[in-house]
C-alpha cells in the first residue's frame, strides 16, 4: 500500500488568521444581504395581504348587516304566514258556512 504524499504545512501568522476570519465574515455578510432582500419581500407581500384582509373585513360586515336585515324581514313575513293547507281548510269551511246560511260567494 502506498502511502499519501505529505502536504507541506504552511506557517501562518497571527495576520494571516485575521484575513481568513475577515474573509469569513464577508461571506456571511452578503448572504445576509441576500436574507435581508427576501425579507423585504415577504413583508411588502404580507403588506399586501393586510389590505386585502381590510377589504374583506369590511365585506363581511356588509354581508352580515345584509343577512341581519333578511333574517328580521323573514320573522316578519313568517308572523303573518298563512299555511297553504290551513287556508285549504278555512276556504272549505267557509264554503259550508255560506252554503248553509244561503250566501253566494264572490269566487
Known amino acids: 500500500m502506498k502511502k499519501a504524499p505529505?502536504?507541506?504545512?504552511?506557517s501562518i501568522n497571527l495576520e494571516d488568521v485575521a484575513i481568513m476570519v475577515q474573509k469569513g465574515f464577508e461571506g456571511v455578510d452578503r448572504r445576509f444581504d441576500g436574507v435581508d432582500k427576501r425579507f423585504d419581500g415577504v413583508d411588502k407581500r404580507l403588506d399586501g395581504v393586510d389590505?386585502?384582509?381590510?377589504?374583506?373585513?369590511?365585506?363581511f360586515?356588509?354581508?352580515?348587516?345584509?343577512?341581519?336585515?333578511?333574517?328580521?324581514?323573514?320573522?316578519?313575513i313568517k308572523h303573518h304566514l298563512v299555511y297553504r293547507?290551513?287556508?285549504?281548510?278555512l276556504m272549505a269551511?267557509?264554503?259550508l258556512v255560506e252554503k248553509t246560511i244561503g250566501i253566494v260567494s264572490g269566487k
Open 93 to 95: 269551511r267557509m264554503k
Open 61 to 76: 360586515k356588509g354581508v352580515n348587516r345584509r343577512l341581519n336585515e333578511m333574517e328580521r324581514d323573514t320573522k316578519s
Open 6 to 10: 505529505r502536504v507541506k504545512l504552511k
Open 85 to 89: 293547507e290551513e287556508f285549504q281548510d
Open 51 to 59: 389590505m386585502r384582509l381590510g377589504g374583506l373585513e369590511f365585506e
